[in-house]
């Protein structure tokens, strides 16, 4: 059975950083393609990253290029956000999320996270 659970959200200020962790369980972990996804409150899923394979192809939002990172650890079936320089408009509700089939997209992958909240304050 495949289970996705994030943490590391929190509250933050405009400006600041934080670090979010999915934790995977489940198998076939390393051939999965994975993502990050939020939703702010009113407004349908919005896609953040993705990242398949160990890091030879990464997509970002246009919105958060430059100020956040996805990564990988294989061994210990993580996966992270690095968000750096937040902006109001990040608070959200952050998923990951994740499939075996490379090729949808992200809206389409079977496994999902219930989500962390990150609430971003001036």
């Known amino acids: 059975q495949v289970q996705l659970v994030e943490s590391g959200g929190g509250l933050a200020q405009v400006g600041g950083s934080l670090r979010l962790s999915c934790a995977a369980s489940?198998?076939?972990?390393?051939?999965?393609?994975m993502a990050w996804v939020r939703q702010a409150p009113g407004k349908g899923r919005e896609f953040v990253a993705r990242?398949?394979?160990?890091?030879?192809?990464?997509a970002y939002a246009d919105s958060v290029k430059g100020r956040f990172t996805i990564s990988r650890d294989y061994d210990k079936k993580m996966m992270f956000l690095q968000m750096n320089n937040l902006k109001l408009e990040g608070t959200a509700v952050y998923s990951c999320t994740g499939d075996i089939r490379h090729c949808l997209s992200w809206n389409e992958f079977i496994y999902w996270g219930q989500g962390t909240q990150v609430t971003v304050s001036s």
């Open positions: 489940g198998p076939d972990y390393s051939t999965w393609v």
């Open positions: 990242i398949q394979g160990r890091g030879e192809s990464i």
